[in-house]
């Protein structure tokens, strides 16, 4: 951790300009040694940018660049940090990597920059994985949760709520001490007041992830109905691209094909799923049981219906399908529209009354209609508006840190209910703080640090 460090910064391949970032003890003096410019790095003050040249050993001219100057700790990193802004050029970008290295850089580790950062204490841990969360937001629901956690709105609500435990375990530590001389530190209705608030406000943070799983991960949709019907080639045109093999063979699509797409401002993770239909095919039943499955997971379930196809064999697929429908948002979609008049779509409106969903005629072949279909998809997704003051759990680690802490809490509650001994009433509420700071960074080990930055990316 005390090597100096050097990446790509900017996305691979060719673009305008590229950004390769050097952070350590040695930073400056490594960049000096490749740099020519008016003065040297050593000389500039911190957050300046400096024009200048790179060259190689045998002082050939590798490019024209500027270089930004960040010295500790005033950097990301806290360390002496130097950022060299290039021509996007592949040749370019691996030649100054090339001679950083010669001068006495090694390449950074995924997310080594962020782990150094934490380790300097320049954020906590929620922080650092905040970032990966703020360049991986794909909507303005996951920016806003994203930059909210890296501002530390996530992480001073936890502080809080330790700084309370961390109270309350002291009144009780201290009257245990004096146990023999029948002192009273901990009024027992103020503690009881105090779970029941930490309680609260634990439980809402758990709440949360529900809606920060949605944030972050996408609405799951399901598009479901029998084989050809056109899910296949609606699915393409949600996403504006080929993913899924269209044919009118029956049976094409065998297993789940998912995607994401932003619409509106909501990221949808779209999922195509096999036809459903009576068949002997082993491996077309697989993707069929698969269908069954995601239906179960999806949040809204597009029923995809071939206008064509008699209403009595729709009722029939009803009986299997209808079932998985409790508690989902579900539109039936009428496919291929195009070849009937109003008259018939009219009719065609009464196909399963029993089924109280919003109806919409489509032609997935000409396109028409699918703006509509997009307008009540954004409408059917229900997220709320979320303030940048809105504390929303959206990592997985997080939430089940918290459902631990809610547990350790609950139980803590149960023991001034029950008047338990404080003893193991501290042993509960020390729990609870544990996990809370297991979030923060506060109590961590290098396997847990080691799982968050190995999925970040290089450069960053």
Not at 70 to 90: A, L, M, N, Q
Not at 120 to 135: H, R
Request: hydrophobic fraction near 40%; charge should be negative; include cysteine.
């Amino acid at each position: 951790m005390d090597d100096t460090i050097c990446a790509i910064s900017t996305a691979p391949g060719v673009g305008g300009i590229a950004v390769i970032r050097i952070s350590g003890n040695d930073a400056i003096e490594i960049c000096d040694k490749i740099f020519k410019g008016r003065k040297r790095l050593s000389e500039t003050e911190s957050n300046k940018v400096v024009f200048g040249t790179i060259v190689s050993r045998n002082d050939e001219i590798i490019d024209d660049v500027l270089i930004t100057v960040f010295r500790t700790p005033h950097s990301f990193t806290g360390e002496d940090t130097v950022e060299i802004s290039c021509h996007g050029s592949i040749y370019i970008q691996q030649k100054i990597v090339e001679l950083l290295l010669d001068k006495g850089a090694r390449l950074a580790q995924a997310g080594e920059f962020t782990r150094r950062a934490f380790r300097n204490g320049k954020f906590d841990l929620s922080q650092a994985e905040a970032v990966a969360d703020l360049i991986a937001s794909s909507s303005q629901a996951s920016h806003r949760v994203a930059m909210n956690q890296m501002r530390g709105g996530f992480a001073q609500k936890l502080v809080e709520l330790r700084d309370k435990l961390l109270q309350f375990v002291s009144l009780i530590e201290l009257e245990l001490d004096f146990s023999e001389e029948d002192v009273e530190f901990a009024n027992r209705e103020k503690l009881y007041e105090l779970t029941q608030e930490i309680e609260t406000n634990i439980a809402r943070l758990t709440d949360s992830f529900q809606l920060g799983n949605v944030i972050k991960s996408g609405i799951p949709v399901a598009i479901i109905g029998e084989t050809n019907a056109g899910k296949s080639t609606l699915l393409n045109l949600l996403l504006n691209e080929e993913k899924a093999i269209v044919s009118d063979i029956h049976g094409t699509t065998r297993d789940v094909i998912e995607d994401t797409m932003n619409i509106g401002g909501v990221t949808f993770r779209f999922i195509d799923t096999a036809g459903i239909r009576q068949t002997t095919d082993t491996i077309e039943s697989l993707g069929i049981e698969r269908t069954f499955r995601k239906i179960e997971q999806a949040s809204i379930v597009l029923w995809l219906i071939d206008l064509m196809t008699p209403p009595e064999q729709i009722e029939a697929l009803a009986v299997s399908i209808v079932p998985k429908l409790a508690n989902k948002h579900v539109m039936l979609v009428f496919n291929k529209a195009d070849l009937f008049s109003n008259e018939e779509i009219a009719l065609k409106n009464n196909i399963l009354p029993q089924i109280k969903a919003e109806r919409l005629f489509i032609s997935a072949k000409n396109r028409q209609n699918i703006e509509q279909l997009q307008h009540l998809l954004v409408k059917s997704a229900e997220i709320p508006v979320i303030g940048e003051e809105d504390v929303i759990v959206t990592n997985l680690r997080h939430y089940e840190a918290l459902s631990k802490a809610l547990e350790a809490i609950r139980r803590a509650k149960e023991c001034l209910e029950l008047n338990i001994s404080y003893d193991f009433l501290s042993q509960d509420i020390r729990e609870c703080s544990h996990f809370l700071g297991e979030i923060v960074g506060s109590i961590t080990n290098d396997e847990i640090l080691g799982n968050i930055f190995e999925k970040f990316c290089i450069g960053k």
